[in-house]
């Protein structure tokens, strides 16, 4: 019997040629990314998580003292604590007002005839002027003497109250300011809501269904993975934020997270650690820590979501 040859490559050296020529140009087009990434994302993670079980000032050698940094963290600084609860608090209402209002803006946008495009874009500003600039006007609207909303408290024969100078509503003032910059998710809504089929709604209202009908049973449930990506990165930036806090506790008191610790969310504790008491290798800890505290988060949430989000591809398979 006479054996087989082996199949021979149907590619012909041209083919072969074209291919090679086109995966370096691939890897050229990416090669700016990667570098980045390497450089500016993947290598300060890993040098971070290095330096978080170390003690470093950043002028002298950093000394190895292994898992120091992170007992101390969890049994010796009070700041941490308060920190932690502060950030809470803050995302527990500014995520919901936030996304709330955006919601209740896109809806009005996508039902408008007239004048979408110049709402759309006064509602996006907001969300890409400096943060300077937004802690600046924010604390004029809140300014206890001669801002418009104690000055339209005080109409109504209600004393207005300090605002960033009061312990007791502080961290308020910066919950209603984080509804400032909701532009973004206004967008994403009103996308959301344009993907929805026009005839739900018409077959809803011949039916007899309400308005309050049509927006529990139509809207909310084909708009739910839109208010879940929004809900995941409204969470994730909440105890991210940081700039807003700063400029406004430091303006007012001269001191971060005044006054009274009351405005002291998680970032400004781990930035005042790291650039002003130069305990870059504790600030390191504390980052990692607030990377587990999101990544637990992110995750529950992610497992929660088949229980109230509508993915219309997987209903019809």
């Known amino acids: 019997m006479t054996a087989l040859a082996p199949p021979r490559s149907t590619a012909t050296p041209r083919r072969r040629s074209q291919a090679h020529h086109e995966a370096i140009l691939f890897?050229?087009?990416?090669?700016?990314?990667l570098i980045g990434f390497l450089v500016f994302t993947a290598g300060p993670m890993i040098a971070s998580f290095v330096l978080s079980?170390?003690?470093?000032?950043?002028?002298?050698p950093a000394r190895w003292i292994g898992l120091e940094n992170y007992r101390t963290i969890f049994a010796a600084d009070e700041?941490?604590?308060?920190?932690?609860?502060?950030?809470?608090?803050?995302?527990?209402?500014?995520?919901?007002?936030?996304?709330?209002?955006?919601?209740?803006?896109?809806i009005l946008l996508n039902e408008a005839s007239r004048g979408v495009g110049f709402f759309r874009t006064a509602f996006y500003l907001p969300s890409i002027m400096a943060s300077v600039a937004a802690a600046v006007l924010w604390s004029w609207i809140l300014n206890p003497k001669f801002g418009p909303v104690n000055g339209a408290l005080g109409?109504?024969?209600?004393?207005?109250?300090?605002?960033?100078?009061?312990?007791?509503?502080?961290?308020?003032?910066?919950?209603?300011?984080?509804?400032?910059?909701?532009?973004?998710?206004?967008?994403?809504?009103?996308?959301g809501l344009k993907s929805i089929p026009h005839h739900l709604y018409e077959a809803a209202e011949l039916d007899g269904a309400g308005r309050r009908a049509r927006f529990l049973r139509i809207t909310l449930p084909m708009l739910s993975s839109t208010i879940f990506f929004n809900f995941v990165m409204a969470l994730i930036g909440s105890f991210q934020a940081f700039d807003s806090a700063y400029i406004i506790s430091t303006a007012h008191a001269g001191?971060?997270?005044?006054?009274?610790?009351?405005?002291?969310?998680?970032?400004?504790?781990?930035?005042?650690?790291?650039?002003?008491?130069?305990?870059?290798?504790?600030?390191?800890?504390?980052?990692?820590?607030?990377?587990?505290?999101?990544?637990?988060?992110?995750?529950?949430?992610?497992r929660s979501s088949s229980l109230w989000v509508y993915y219309e591809g997987e209903r019809r398979a």
């Open 79 to 106: 700041y941490f604590w308060q920190s932690l609860k502060v950030t809470a608090v803050y995302s527990l209402f500014s995520v919901p007002l936030k996304l709330v209002t955006a919601l209740f803006l896109a």
């Open 27 to 33: 890897y050229l087009c990416i090669a700016p990314w």
């Open 155 to 191: 109409v109504l024969g209600i004393q207005g109250p300090g605002w960033f100078t009061d312990p007791r509503y502080a961290l308020w003032g910066l919950i209603m300011m984080s509804a400032w910059g909701l532009g973004g998710e206004v967008l994403i809504f009103l996308a």
């Open 53 to 60: 079980f170390t003690q470093w000032d950043m002028m002298t």
């Open 255 to 302: 001191t971060i997270g005044s006054p009274m610790n009351s405005t002291l969310l998680y970032m400004l504790h781990l930035y005042r650690n790291g650039f002003s008491w130069w305990k870059m290798g504790y600030a390191s800890a504390l980052a990692w820590i607030l990377f587990l505290i999101i990544l637990v988060l992110t995750l529950a949430v992610l």
